[in-house]
């Protein structure tokens, strides 16, 4: 199961952390555009959506094992916060959690905009499309943040 979670982990949150700085930096590095990046950002999203789909039942699993060593499942999803540790990997869990609905809110409501300005190959409005992408740098950016800082909560707890 920890090997689940750490390969899922490794893709949902390198894809995120290399978009992300793709599209932070693309009016630095020759040859990188908006248009490019965010095509291959979408044509990556099953990617993306199925390592977050392996990701988050393995890290909920070893979550409550990982606080209940010996329990039989089911067994009920404590944040606990009475050790350094346990603090820690709740306040990860609590991070995944806000990260998991800036995603959905990246997919339905930032992204969106970009699908239909891209239509059959064809950016409509120029302008308007670097706007949207500016506005899915930032967001990814943030995901990409949560996620890492989520991870390293995760690290020093010794998980």
Known sequence: MHAVNV????VHGG??????????????????GSVGVL????????????????????ELYLHVVGQNP?????????????????????AR???LFVGWISYVHLEIWTLDPARTLDKDGAVVDAA????TAGRVSWQLALNAA???????????AGR
């Open 146 to 156: 949560l996620f890492t800082a989520a991870i390293v909560l995760g690290t020093l």
């Open 70 to 90: 010996g329990i039989s499942l089911p067994a009920s999803l404590a944040l606990r916060w009475d050790t350094t540790e346990h603090s820690m990997l709740s």
């Open 128 to 131: 308007a499309y670097e706007t």
């Open 93 to 95: 869990l609590a991070l």
């Open 7 to 10: 390969v899922a982990a490794t």
């Open 39 to 58: 095509r291959v950002y979408r044509s990556f999203g099953a990617g993306i959506g199925l390592s977050l789909g392996a990701f988050i039942p393995t």
């Open 15 to 32: 894809a995120l952390l290399i978009f992300a700085l793709l599209l932070l930096f693309r009016a630095a590095i020759p040859h990188v």
